[in-house]
Protein backbone atom coordinates (compact mmCIF):
# COMPACT_ATOMS: atom_id res chain seq x y z
CA UNK A 1 0.00 0.00 0.00
CA UNK A 2 1.17 3.26 -0.90
CA UNK A 3 2.64 5.74 2.01
CA UNK A 4 -0.51 8.40 3.42
CA UNK A 5 2.63 11.16 4.46
CA UNK A 6 2.34 14.47 3.58
CA UNK A 7 -1.40 13.64 2.19
CA UNK A 8 -4.41 16.17 2.46
CA UNK A 9 -6.41 15.50 5.59
CA UNK A 10 -10.39 15.60 4.75
CA UNK A 11 -11.51 14.55 8.29
CA UNK A 12 -10.27 14.53 11.65
CA UNK A 13 -11.57 13.00 14.94
CA UNK A 14 -10.89 13.92 18.16
CA UNK A 15 -11.24 12.46 21.46
CA UNK A 16 -14.68 11.20 19.96
CA UNK A 17 -16.88 10.04 22.74
CA UNK A 18 -20.37 8.46 22.25
CA UNK A 19 -22.23 7.19 25.82
CA UNK A 20 -26.10 5.78 25.76
CA UNK A 21 -27.73 6.22 28.28
CA UNK A 22 -29.34 3.09 30.69
CA UNK A 23 -32.35 3.61 32.28
CA UNK A 24 -34.24 1.66 35.21
CA UNK A 25 -36.18 2.38 38.05
CA UNK A 26 -39.76 2.81 38.49
CA UNK A 27 -39.34 6.55 37.11
CA UNK A 28 -37.30 5.24 34.35
CA UNK A 29 -33.97 7.35 35.44
CA UNK A 30 -30.46 7.35 34.13
CA UNK A 31 -28.92 4.26 36.29
CA UNK A 32 -25.77 4.33 34.22
CA UNK A 33 -24.04 5.13 30.57
CA UNK A 34 -22.44 2.68 28.34
CA UNK A 35 -19.78 4.42 25.93
CA UNK A 36 -19.59 2.83 22.54
CA UNK A 37 -17.32 5.26 21.61
CA UNK A 38 -14.48 6.46 23.97
CA UNK A 39 -11.44 9.22 23.16
CA UNK A 40 -11.33 8.30 19.76
CA UNK A 41 -8.86 9.81 17.72
CA UNK A 42 -7.52 9.45 14.39
CA UNK A 43 -7.08 11.31 10.36
CA UNK A 44 -8.66 10.02 7.30
CA UNK A 45 -6.52 11.01 3.48
CA UNK A 46 -7.83 12.66 0.86
CA UNK A 47 -8.14 9.54 -1.66
CA UNK A 48 -7.78 6.89 1.21
CA UNK A 49 -9.74 4.37 2.31
CA UNK A 50 -9.13 3.74 6.35
CA UNK A 51 -10.63 0.25 7.28
CA UNK A 52 -11.84 -0.10 10.33
CA UNK A 53 -12.20 -4.05 12.43
CA UNK A 54 -13.02 -5.44 15.71
CA UNK A 55 -15.22 -7.33 17.66
CA UNK A 56 -19.26 -7.65 17.13
CA UNK A 57 -20.13 -4.75 19.54
CA UNK A 58 -16.85 -2.78 19.77
CA UNK A 59 -18.29 0.28 18.50
CA UNK A 60 -17.37 0.51 15.09
CA UNK A 61 -21.02 1.14 13.16
CA UNK A 62 -21.75 3.97 16.20
CA UNK A 63 -18.64 5.37 15.30
CA UNK A 64 -19.05 5.60 11.85
CA UNK A 65 -22.80 7.68 12.43
CA UNK A 66 -21.26 9.39 15.22
CA UNK A 67 -19.23 11.08 12.83
CA UNK A 68 -21.89 11.65 9.94
CA UNK A 69 -24.26 12.90 13.00
CA UNK A 70 -26.54 10.35 12.10
CA UNK A 71 -25.88 9.79 15.80
CA UNK A 72 -25.36 12.88 17.71
CA UNK A 73 -21.77 12.55 19.94
CA UNK A 74 -21.48 13.01 23.47
CA UNK A 75 -18.31 15.16 22.85
CA UNK A 76 -15.14 15.55 21.03
CA UNK A 77 -14.60 16.73 17.74
CA UNK A 78 -14.81 16.12 13.76
CA UNK A 79 -13.41 18.15 11.11
CA UNK A 80 -14.23 17.92 8.03
CA UNK A 81 -12.25 19.76 5.39
CA UNK A 82 -11.39 22.05 8.30
CA UNK A 83 -14.85 22.89 9.74
CA UNK A 84 -15.81 21.34 13.17
CA UNK A 85 -19.12 19.61 12.37
CA UNK A 86 -19.77 18.77 15.50
CA UNK A 87 -21.04 22.93 16.23
CA UNK A 88 -23.20 23.78 12.76
CA UNK A 89 -26.92 23.71 12.89
CA UNK A 90 -29.28 21.18 11.14
CA UNK A 91 -29.78 23.59 8.32
CA UNK A 92 -26.11 23.22 7.19
CA UNK A 93 -25.66 19.78 8.20
CA UNK A 94 -28.28 18.61 5.36
CA UNK A 95 -26.23 20.96 3.13
CA UNK A 96 -22.86 18.85 4.16
CA UNK A 97 -24.30 15.69 3.76
CA UNK A 98 -23.97 16.04 -0.14
CA UNK A 99 -20.25 15.65 0.62
CA UNK A 100 -20.95 12.82 3.32
CA UNK A 101 -22.50 10.19 2.76
CA UNK A 102 -23.24 5.98 4.37
CA UNK A 103 -23.72 2.73 2.38
CA UNK A 104 -25.51 0.73 4.94
CA UNK A 105 -25.24 -3.09 6.03
CA UNK A 106 -28.32 -4.41 5.08
CA UNK A 107 -29.48 -3.75 1.11
CA UNK A 108 -33.08 -4.26 1.76
CA UNK A 109 -33.79 -2.77 5.26
CA UNK A 110 -32.54 0.37 3.86
CA UNK A 111 -34.56 0.25 0.92
CA UNK A 112 -37.80 1.94 1.23
CA UNK A 113 -39.55 -0.95 0.34
CA UNK A 114 -43.13 0.97 -1.20
CA UNK A 115 -40.36 2.94 -3.92
CA UNK A 116 -39.55 2.13 -7.15
CA UNK A 117 -36.01 2.52 -7.54
CA UNK A 118 -36.43 5.41 -9.77
CA UNK A 119 -38.36 7.02 -6.81
CA UNK A 120 -35.59 5.78 -4.35
CA UNK A 121 -32.38 7.71 -6.31
CA UNK A 122 -35.02 10.93 -7.28
CA UNK A 123 -35.22 11.86 -3.63
CA UNK A 124 -31.64 12.67 -2.57
CA UNK A 125 -31.77 14.83 -6.04
CA UNK A 126 -34.93 16.10 -5.25
CA UNK A 127 -33.70 17.14 -1.16
CA UNK A 128 -30.25 18.86 -2.86
CA UNK A 129 -32.14 20.08 -6.01
CA UNK A 130 -29.39 18.61 -7.98
CA UNK A 131 -32.44 18.11 -10.81
CA UNK A 132 -35.41 20.48 -11.45
CA UNK A 133 -36.73 18.23 -13.85
CA UNK A 134 -38.01 14.47 -14.21
CA UNK A 135 -35.46 14.39 -17.76
CA UNK A 136 -32.80 15.64 -15.46
CA UNK A 137 -32.93 13.25 -12.78
CA UNK A 138 -33.43 10.28 -15.17
CA UNK A 139 -30.52 11.47 -17.13
CA UNK A 140 -28.63 11.55 -13.67
CA UNK A 141 -30.25 8.11 -12.60
CA UNK A 142 -28.60 6.23 -16.18
CA UNK A 143 -25.36 7.74 -15.46
CA UNK A 144 -25.55 6.33 -11.85
CA UNK A 145 -26.83 2.77 -13.15
CA UNK A 146 -24.01 3.06 -15.72
CA UNK A 147 -21.13 3.41 -13.08
CA UNK A 148 -22.62 0.39 -10.54
CA UNK A 149 -23.83 -2.04 -13.16
CA UNK A 150 -26.96 -2.35 -13.91
CA UNK A 151 -30.04 -1.97 -16.48
CA UNK A 152 -31.83 1.25 -16.50
CA UNK A 153 -34.75 -0.98 -17.45
CA UNK A 154 -35.22 -2.11 -14.04
CA UNK A 155 -36.61 1.54 -12.55
CA UNK A 156 -39.81 0.81 -12.25
CA UNK A 157 -39.16 -2.21 -9.76
CA UNK A 158 -39.44 -2.36 -6.41
CA UNK A 159 -36.14 -3.54 -3.85
CA UNK A 160 -37.99 -6.96 -3.63
CA UNK A 161 -37.79 -7.83 -7.06
CA UNK A 162 -33.68 -7.58 -6.38
CA UNK A 163 -30.96 -10.21 -5.19
CA UNK A 164 -28.77 -9.03 -2.59
CA UNK A 165 -25.80 -7.62 -4.78
CA UNK A 166 -28.15 -6.12 -6.99
CA UNK A 167 -29.95 -4.20 -4.17
CA UNK A 168 -26.29 -3.28 -2.46
CA UNK A 169 -25.60 -1.55 -5.86
CA UNK A 170 -28.31 0.39 -5.40
CA UNK A 171 -27.83 1.72 -2.44
CA UNK A 172 -24.05 2.50 -4.17
CA UNK A 173 -25.61 4.88 -6.55
CA UNK A 174 -28.33 6.17 -3.99
CA UNK A 175 -24.72 7.37 -2.00
CA UNK A 176 -23.39 8.59 -5.23
CA UNK A 177 -26.06 10.55 -6.42
CA UNK A 178 -25.12 13.60 -4.51
CA UNK A 179 -21.28 13.79 -6.07
CA UNK A 180 -19.96 13.01 -2.13
CA UNK A 181 -16.11 13.52 -1.22
CA UNK A 182 -16.33 10.78 1.42
CA UNK A 183 -18.51 7.88 2.43
CA UNK A 184 -18.81 5.94 5.43
CA UNK A 185 -18.79 2.23 4.03
CA UNK A 186 -20.68 -0.04 7.13
CA UNK A 187 -20.31 -3.53 6.51
CA UNK A 188 -21.62 -3.31 3.24
CA UNK A 189 -20.56 -6.93 2.21
CA UNK A 190 -21.32 -8.87 5.26
CA UNK A 191 -24.63 -9.50 4.29
CA UNK A 192 -23.68 -10.88 0.61
CA UNK A 193 -22.62 -14.59 -0.82
CA UNK A 194 -18.71 -14.51 -0.61
CA UNK A 195 -18.87 -14.31 -4.52
CA UNK A 196 -20.85 -11.05 -4.56
CA UNK A 197 -18.52 -9.40 -1.86
CA UNK A 198 -15.91 -9.77 -4.18
CA UNK A 199 -17.67 -7.63 -6.89
CA UNK A 200 -18.93 -5.25 -4.48
CA UNK A 201 -15.76 -4.50 -3.25
CA UNK A 202 -13.99 -4.25 -6.83
CA UNK A 203 -16.91 -2.22 -7.71
CA UNK A 204 -16.22 0.33 -4.44
CA UNK A 205 -12.57 0.31 -5.83
CA UNK A 206 -13.32 1.36 -9.30
CA UNK A 207 -15.55 4.39 -7.89
CA UNK A 208 -13.12 5.31 -5.76
CA UNK A 209 -10.29 5.77 -8.30
CA UNK A 210 -12.60 6.81 -11.27
CA UNK A 211 -14.68 9.50 -8.64
CA UNK A 212 -11.33 10.36 -5.99
CA UNK A 213 -13.92 9.14 -3.11
CA UNK A 214 -12.54 8.78 0.58
CA UNK A 215 -13.57 5.95 2.11
CA UNK A 216 -13.96 5.04 6.08
CA UNK A 217 -14.85 1.04 5.16
CA UNK A 218 -16.42 -0.79 8.38
CA UNK A 219 -16.10 -4.71 8.39
CA UNK A 220 -15.30 -7.72 10.62
CA UNK A 221 -13.71 -9.64 7.41
CA UNK A 222 -9.57 -9.01 7.80
CA UNK A 223 -9.55 -10.48 4.44
CA UNK A 224 -11.71 -7.89 3.18
CA UNK A 225 -10.02 -5.18 4.83
CA UNK A 226 -6.67 -5.94 3.53
CA UNK A 227 -7.54 -5.99 0.20
CA UNK A 228 -9.28 -2.70 0.45
CA UNK A 229 -7.55 -0.65 2.58
CA UNK A 230 -4.63 2.04 2.38
CA UNK A 231 -4.35 1.90 6.58
CA UNK A 232 -6.65 -0.14 9.26
CA UNK A 233 -7.59 0.56 12.49
CA UNK A 234 -8.25 -1.94 15.06
CA UNK A 235 -10.84 -1.14 17.28
CA UNK A 236 -11.71 -2.86 21.27
CA UNK A 237 -14.34 -2.09 23.32
CA UNK A 238 -14.64 1.56 22.36
CA UNK A 239 -11.28 1.92 21.89
CA UNK A 240 -8.92 2.28 18.91
CA UNK A 241 -6.17 -0.28 19.86
CA UNK A 242 -3.85 -0.07 16.56
CA UNK A 243 -3.79 1.74 13.34
CA UNK A 244 -1.32 1.27 10.74
CA UNK A 245 -0.73 1.27 7.09
CA UNK A 246 -2.36 -2.22 5.92
CA UNK A 247 0.59 -3.78 4.81
CA UNK A 248 2.63 -2.98 7.88
CA UNK A 249 -0.39 -4.06 10.49
CA UNK A 250 -0.56 -7.46 8.62
CA UNK A 251 2.83 -8.12 8.60
CA UNK A 252 4.22 -6.38 11.80
CA UNK A 253 1.30 -6.23 14.15
CA UNK A 254 2.71 -4.88 17.80
CA UNK A 255 -0.87 -5.01 20.09
CA UNK A 256 -1.69 -8.51 21.10
CA UNK A 257 -5.64 -8.21 20.11
CA UNK A 258 -4.11 -7.18 16.73
CA UNK A 259 -2.27 -10.32 16.74
CA UNK A 260 -4.83 -12.65 17.48
CA UNK A 261 -7.34 -11.12 15.40
CA UNK A 262 -4.29 -11.98 12.77
CA UNK A 263 -3.70 -15.52 13.51
CA UNK A 264 -7.50 -16.64 12.92
CA UNK A 265 -7.71 -15.58 9.75
CA UNK A 266 -8.11 -18.78 7.55
CA UNK A 267 -5.67 -20.24 5.37
CA UNK A 268 -5.87 -21.65 2.21
CA UNK A 269 -3.31 -23.97 2.67
CA UNK A 270 -4.26 -26.60 4.87
CA UNK A 271 -0.66 -27.85 5.03
CA UNK A 272 0.79 -24.60 6.04
CA UNK A 273 0.80 -24.34 10.28
CA UNK A 274 0.06 -20.82 11.65
CA UNK A 275 0.32 -19.87 15.30
CA UNK A 276 -3.18 -19.37 17.09
CA UNK A 277 -3.65 -16.85 19.75
CA UNK A 278 -6.33 -18.06 21.24
CA UNK A 279 -7.97 -15.48 23.92
CA UNK A 280 -8.96 -16.30 27.05
CA UNK A 281 -12.09 -15.38 28.62
CA UNK A 282 -15.13 -13.02 26.85
CA UNK A 283 -14.86 -9.54 25.73
CA UNK A 284 -15.92 -7.39 29.13
CA UNK A 285 -18.82 -5.37 30.01
CA UNK A 286 -18.68 -1.71 28.39
CA UNK A 287 -21.10 -0.66 31.27
CA UNK A 288 -17.93 -1.84 33.77
CA UNK A 289 -14.84 -1.98 31.82
CA UNK A 290 -12.51 -2.74 33.41
CA UNK A 291 -9.16 -0.43 35.17
CA UNK A 292 -6.51 -0.06 33.02
CA UNK A 293 -5.93 -1.24 29.85
CA UNK A 294 -9.13 -2.82 28.57
CA UNK A 295 -7.60 -5.55 26.89
CA UNK A 296 -5.51 -6.72 30.15
CA UNK A 297 -8.18 -9.29 30.98
CA UNK A 298 -7.99 -11.59 28.32
CA UNK A 299 -4.22 -10.33 26.88
CA UNK A 300 -1.55 -13.82 26.79
CA UNK A 301 1.58 -10.83 27.95
CA UNK A 302 -0.50 -9.20 30.42
CA UNK A 303 1.75 -7.16 32.88
CA UNK A 304 1.33 -5.21 36.28
CA UNK A 305 1.31 -1.71 34.65
CA UNK A 306 -1.37 -2.94 32.43
CA UNK A 307 -4.18 -3.44 35.54
CA UNK A 308 -3.12 -0.32 36.83
CA UNK A 309 -2.37 2.31 33.81
CA UNK A 310 -4.68 3.04 30.41
CA UNK A 311 -2.40 3.04 27.57
CA UNK A 312 -2.40 5.94 25.21
CA UNK A 313 -2.22 5.30 21.65
CA UNK A 314 1.46 5.72 20.68
CA UNK A 315 4.30 5.20 18.04
CA UNK A 316 4.91 1.87 17.73
CA UNK A 317 6.24 1.21 14.17
CA UNK A 318 8.80 2.38 11.86
CA UNK A 319 6.69 6.06 11.17
CA UNK A 320 4.27 7.99 13.10
CA UNK A 321 1.80 6.75 11.27
CA UNK A 322 1.77 3.08 12.96
CA UNK A 323 0.75 3.33 16.95
CA UNK A 324 -0.80 0.82 19.43
CA UNK A 325 -2.44 1.46 22.73
CA UNK A 326 -0.20 -1.00 24.34
CA UNK A 327 2.37 -0.13 27.42
CA UNK A 328 4.42 -2.90 25.41
CA UNK A 329 4.16 -2.72 21.23
CA UNK A 330 6.82 -4.50 20.95
CA UNK A 331 7.58 -8.27 19.47
CA UNK A 332 6.57 -9.65 22.71
CA UNK A 333 5.92 -13.57 22.42
CA UNK A 334 2.51 -14.54 22.52
CA UNK A 335 3.35 -18.04 23.93
CA UNK A 336 1.06 -18.30 27.12
CA UNK A 337 -2.34 -18.18 24.44
CA UNK A 338 -0.41 -19.96 21.40
CA UNK A 339 -1.83 -23.05 19.99
CA UNK A 340 0.30 -24.54 16.53
Do not use: W
Not at 18 to 45: L, M, T
Not at 75 to 86: A, C, L, M, N, R
Not at 107 to 136: G, V, W
Amino acid sequence: MSSVENKEVLLSVKNLVKSFPVKGGFFGREIASVKAVQNVSFDIYKGETLGLVGESGCGKSTLGRTILRLIEPTSGEIFFKGQDITRIGQAELRKLRRNMQIIFQDPFASLNPRMTIEEILSEPLEIHQLAKTRDERLKRIYQLFELVGLRRESLTRYPHEFSGGQRQRICIARALAVEPEFIVCDEPVSALDVSIQAQIVNLLQDLQKELKLTYLFIAHDLKVVEHISNRVAVMYLGKVAEIAEGEELYSAPKHPYTKALLSAIPIPDPTHKKERVILQGDVPSPLNPPKGCFFHPRCPVVQDKCKIDHPELLIAGKNEIHRAACHYPSDLPLSAGVQK
